[in-house]
T-cell receptor
Framework: KAGVTQTPRYLIKTRGQQVTLSCSPI?????VSWYQQTPGQGLQFLFE???????NKGNFPGRFSGRQFSNSRSEMNVSTLELGDSALYLC?????????????FGPGTRLTVL | EDQVTQSPEALRLQEGESSSLNCSYT??????LFWYRQDPGKGPEFLFT???AGEEKEKERLKATLTKKESFLHITAPKPEDSATYLC????????????????FGQGTILTVHP
């Protein structure tokens, strides 16, 4: 069974630009969560989607947004990039919470903001 | 607010030298505690899920245990390929939906196993 895939794997952007990251969950998984990982703050929860609805959101500014499509694939968008947005962005998928909460992570997208 | 503290921050072992990693947590009703392994530049790899105090799970040289306040990851006779960062995370019980999909992570323990 294929794992979680994320594209692109690496991105270099400049301040003020916007970026869109993509995540394809494990087949059959309906929940997708996004995390930001930095050396200083570790892994921090951004938001979670289930059946195209955002059910939960972390403490990030409104520049961070996301969506989920009917096939469970998800995208996250960061607008007006800042230097501090440089991080590894991780996507994780899980089955319906009524079955299992275990999240399986993708390889991440490394975003560098110059 | 949910909190997870892992200790030690870094651990250096000789091959074959068994040890334990600690994960202390504070959460409003534990829904699950998760252990992951992360290699440099990669996403976390799932190891174990624990749901209730007294539960234990094993996989090869790793054994995870859970109490009401902490979890331990025991590594028996480690090998150099066990070198990685080990992450502990908790998910709170569903309180009005605020726990959906949200894992709260510790800062991790960097394990180095020397041959």
């Amino acid at each position: 069974k294929a794992g979680v895939t994320q594209t692109p794997r690496y991105l270099i952007k400049t301040r003020g630009q916007q970026v869109t990251l993509s995540c394809s969950p494990i087949s059959g998984h309906r929940s997708v969560s996004w995390y930001q990982q930095t050396p200083g703050q570790g892994l921090q929860f951004l938001f979670e989607y289930f059946s195209e609805t955002q059910r939960n959101k972390g403490n990030f500014p409104g520049r961070f947004s996301g969506r989920q499509f009917s096939n469970s694939r998800s995208e996250m968008n960061v607008s007006t990039l800042e230097l501090g947005d440089s991080a590894l962005y991780l996507c994780a998928s899980s089955l319906d919470f009524r079955v299992s909460d275990t999240q399986y992570f993708g390889p991440g997208t490394r975003l560098t903001v110059l | 607010e949910d909190q997870v503290t892992q200790s030690p921050e870094a651990l250096r072992l000789q091959e074959g030298e068994s040890s334990s990693l600690n994960c202390s947590y504070t959460v409003s009703g534990l829904r699950g505690l998760f252990w992951y392994r992360q290699d440099p530049g990669k996403g976390p790899e799932f190891l174990f899920t624990l749901y209730s105090a007294g539960e234990e799970k094993e996989k090869e040289r790793l054994k995870a245990t859970l109490t009401k306040k902490e979890s331990f990851l025991h590594i028996t006779a480690p090998k150099p390929e066990d070198s990685a960062t080990y992450l502990c995370a908790v998910q709170a019980g569903n309180a009005g939906g605020t726990s959906y999909g949200k894992l709260t992570f510790g800062q991790g323990t960097i394990l180095t196993v020397h041959p």
